[in-house]
């Protein structure tokens, strides 16, 4: 209980968040602006009450003035399982909020008016979330998705790419809607800028991602997949061929030999404690 109960001192209020409801008190708009707010709170509770439950690192759960995001201080090294689980108990939130909406108003609590409200705003954040653009829910279930099949910089990339390519397709269909919607702009910024920050990011997150497995930070029983290189191969290419949730054999090809196998941990070793940052393997294999 105490794991859950904890999850509430990562709360933080953007202090824009108070301006915009004190201009929703000013324009009659104070109930669906509270109504809208529930709702945000409720489903990034749902990610961080599902981490909580694994026992996940969090780092911050922020109301937005337009949104809400809840933080994990993990770098790709959980159990691809329990990853969905956190990315989709967000949106799954949403399906007991219609119907605690539903009996609200059969009992008389929320007015016609109010609950058609609330039943927007529900379906709205739903489906927003869940479109294929990074940071959105939609997004993380797409680096998930491609991390099944592809190494973790490929993944990340690709999943980027789709994003950018998701964003313009959303300010395309704003231009032609909504283009005069003030909200729907600082969203699709918002977006484009947590993209960038991202992709500028994404070498420092690689190498979070290989520092936890380089330190043991895990306790998943991974499945192993071998990788097989060349003597002249970079250490560094060999890295950006690990995959997530699973643990690498490498298998060394050797000229004329027996083929070589290393552990993971060598390569991990040699790189990070070793600095050898531009050694081949064959500067590995033949120290050790």
């Known amino acids: 209980m105490n794991r859950f ?21 000013m324009t009659a708009h104070f109930y669906e602006l509270c109504l809208l707010i529930l709702i945000i709170f409720v489903h990034e509770l749902g990610h961080a009450f599902a981490a909580a439950f694994f026992s996940w690192r969090i780092k911050k759960i922020s109301l937005l003035p337009f949104g809400g995001v809840a933080e994990m201080d993990e770098h790709g090294n959980r159990p691809l399982r329990e990853e969905a689980i956190v990315i ?16 609200l108003w059969q009992g008389g609590i929320l007015t016609d008016s109010l609950y058609q409200t609330f039943i927007q705003y529900n379906m709205m954040i739903f489906f927003f979330n869940i479109l294929p653009i990074w940071p959105l829910d939609g997004g993380k279930l797409l680096f998930l998705l491609f991390s099944l099949k592809k190494s973790f910089p490929k993944s990340h990339k690709l999943t980027l790419y789709l994003s950018i390519m998701g964003v313009f397709l959303f300010l395309l269909i704003v231009l032609f809607i909504m283009p005069a919607n003030l909200n729907a702009w600082i969203i699709i910024s918002f977006l484009l800028f947590s993209i960038y920050y991202e992709w500028k990011q994404r070498r420092f997150l690689f190498m979070r991602f290989l520092l936890e497995r380089y330190y043991g930070k895990t306790n998943e029983l991974r499945k192993l997949l071998p990788l097989e ?20 054999p490498i298998i060394v090809k050797t000229k004329g030999k027996e083929n070589t196998i290393l552990d993971e941990n060598e390569l ?8 050898n940052v531009t050694a081949k393997i064959k500067d590995i294999l033949y120290v050790l």
């Open 88 to 103: 989709l108990s967000g949106p799954l939130q949403h399906i007991w909020l219609v119907g605690l909406g539903f009996l």
């Open 5 to 25: 109960v904890s999850v509430f001192k990562h709360l933080h209020i953007h202090p824009l968040l108070w301006v915009v409801i004190a201009i929703g008190v």
């Open 268 to 275: 991990l070793h040699a790189y990070f404690k070793e600095k």
């Open 229 to 248: 290189v060349q003597e002249e191969d970079y250490l560094l290419d060999v890295l950006e061929r690990f995959h997530r949730g699973c643990k690498h």
